[in-house]
């Protein structure tokens, strides 16, 4: 075949068949494809191996408080009581926070404290024992809202849980793990047991003790608690603080020496105020007077 005057040979069938076109209608040979496929096969091979893992941290993270801006007690307490202009004295409460260096896996502070300045005194407490006993009467004498033993089962399975605490005499000790309470009052922390001190002999005194106290637990590596209402003075919230930090460093003592446990950070805050990170400090030389502070 000529054209133009060039000679221009055919092309057999077979050659045809080792040719492939592609999209661009340019001939591609199966070589080029194939190498190309094994190319790509490789390439995600390579995405397919499995990452490493990320070592994950033993301990709780805390902030370094080089940089972190920190405030006296007076200073704190004067701007929460900005966040709480117009709240009732009584309603709302100041928070402490205490952060700790701590492992995850580590045992856990838990406690009960009388603070010298009760922060909340109207608890009901419960205390379970035969009912029309001198127990439940020396209890209800000291200040318990409900005694008795069938009549408090009865009402905890009918889910009316109508205290803020509870304990249980050694006589009645064995009906109440009979009337199977642990499920419902042990996610609330009201299961009286003896690892907690709330299974107990002399129900006046451990009833009078609980008034007016507050338990505090660890949580995360934070252990908080109400050191006081809005109208205290700044003098006895820095008592209750006082003996809250105290308690807090005697729990730690007592813990094994494998157990490291150290206060990293103090914040205190209120029900509607932030919180603010002290420094230690009671007053600054710009803190107002204590008596302006007093005064709502």
Do not use: W
């Amino acid at each position: 075949m000529a054209l133009a005057g060039v000679l221009i040979a055919p092309i057999p069938k077979q050659a045809f068949r080792s040719v492939i076109y592609s999209p661009l209608h340019i001939p591609v040979s199966r070589g080029c494809l194939q190498s190309a496929s094994v190319r790509h096969a490789s390439n995600n091979a390579k995405k397919e191996e499995p990452e490493k893992k990320k070592k994950l941290r033993t301990t709780f993270r805390q902030f370094s408080l080089k940089d972190a801006e920190q405030f006296a007690l007076c200073d704190a307490i004067r701007y929460i009581r900005a966040f709480e202009v117009g709240r009732s004295p009584t309603s709302s409460k100041y928070d402490m926070a205490l952060k700790l260096r701590t492992m995850k896996n580590g045992a856990v502070i838990r406690n009960r404290l009388r603070l010298p300045h009760p922060v909340n005194t109207s608890l009901r407490i419960c205390v379970i024992c035969p009912p029309d006993s001198p127990i439940s009467a020396a209890a209800i004498n000291a200040g318990a809202s409900l005694v008795g033993e069938d009549v408090i089962f009865d009402a905890v399975k009918e889910g009316r849980i109508e205290f803020d605490r509870c304990l249980c005499h050694t006589d009645s000790a064995s009906k109440l793990n009979k009337a199977g309470l642990g499920r419902i009052l042990g996610p609330k922390g009201l299961m009286p047991s003896t690892k907690f001190g709330t299974i107990v002999k002399d129900v006046g005194v451990s009833v009078k003790g609980m008034i007016g106290a507050s338990e505090y637990r660890e949580r995360l590596g934070v252990i908080r608690m109400a050191v006081g209402q809005l109208g205290f003075a700044p003098e006895e919230i820095q008592a209750n603080i006082r003996t809250f930090m105290e308690a807090v460093k005697k729990d730690i003592a007592l813990l094994s020496e494998k157990t490291s446990k150290e206060i990293h950070e103090v914040v205190l805050s209120s029900t509607n105020a932030p919180g603010f990170s002290l420094n230690g400090d009671f007053r600054s030389p710009t803190s107002v007077s204590t008596r302006e502070l007093s005064i709502l």
